[in-house]
């Protein structure tokens, strides 16, 4: 779940890289008693994500700034609708304004995104997943706009589970054995998931016993069917790989479990939010 420390962390690092040494426009033309009034506006329908990094965004540089917030992480709005109000210092909000709409813009543009991809495959029981292809250190607050779209997480790091990918096969002279050793020194809760990128991978993988997901990479819908039938229940299985909107619901189709989809941080487009602002 996220976090507020992590919330904080990421956002006086934007606030810093933002103003380091202030911000010469707000304290060089607006009055410092000046205060504003301002409402975080929708320019497009979407889902939220980010309500509570938003109002962090408004109150780290002056505490007495209030925002309030008219819709919660998860809840869809239409254009024009109003999202948020802010009351506080001028300069406050002037400063903010730019880091708070950066972060919850990305965050609702992977949250819009990713609800469209779960309507996709409604009914059909699979999860759709994120991916590791998360911006540098925004990867909570990523993968919490993704669960705010009805999405799923994969593993949040390296060090949550094992999941052995095309290249660690490619140095493994005994896949079956490498993995039964895996599953000896950890401990009985970690997760053990297999990416194959061929059929004839799969039996090697299902021999070991110990795996709990087997991840179809790049297959064709035929060879995806043909997997499922193969894997017969023995392990979950997740389909990867230039996943699109276009192709999403066949694959759900096939009866894999998962369709982990990249698309849904590494190439998402931010949701076009603006904040009002009424300076008196």
């Known amino acids: 779940m996220l976090e507020r420390r992590q919330i904080q962390r990421v ?3 934007a606030l810093d890289e933002d103003a380091p040494f202030g911000d010469l426009t707000s304290q060089t033309l607006v009055p410092a008693d000046a205060i504003a009034r301002a409402a975080l506006v929708a320019r497009e329908p979407g889902v939220l994500a980010g309500a509570e990094v938003f109002e962090i965004a408004m109150t780290t540089l002056d505490a007495s700034v209030e925002v309030r917030m008219h819709l919660a992480d998860g809840d869809s709005f239409v254009a024009g609708m109003v999202l948020a109000e802010v009351v506080g210092s001028a300069r406050a909000v002037l400063q903010a304004e730019r880091v708070a709409l950066n972060l919850v813009q990305r965050m609702s543009g992977i949250a819009t995104l990713t609800r469209t991809y779960v309507d996709a495959v409604a009914g059909t029981g699979v999860r759709i ?8 250190g925004l990867r909570a607050l990523e993968r919490h706009a ?16 094992v999941m ?6 490619a140095v493994i002279p005994d896949v079956t054995a490498a993995l039964r050793q895996a599953a000896d020194q950890l401990p009985h809760t970690t997760h053990i998931e297999v990416e194959v990128d061929r059929l004839d991978q799969i039996d090697a993988v299902l021999e070991s016993g110990v795996v709990g997901t087997i991840m179809l990479d ?5 060879d995806t069917r043909a997997g499922v039938v193969k894997i017969d229940g023995r392990a979950l299985v997740d389909a990867s790989g230039g996943i699109t909107l276009d192709t ?3 694959i759900a189709r096939t009866g894999v479990d998962v369709i982990s989809v990249g698309a849904l941080t590494h190439s998402v487009r931010a949701l076009d939010l603006g904040l009002d602002i009424d300076v008196s």
């Open 146 to 161: 993704v669960r705010c779209g009805g999405g799923h997480n994969h593993r949040f790091s390296l060090s949550d589970a």
């Open 218 to 222: 790049n297959f064709s819908l035929d």
């Open 164 to 169: 052995a990918k095309d290249n660690h096969l």
């Open 248 to 250: 999403v619901a066949d």
């Open 11 to 13: 956002v006086d690092l």
């Open 129 to 136: 997943a994120d991916t590791r292809k998360t911006t540098p």
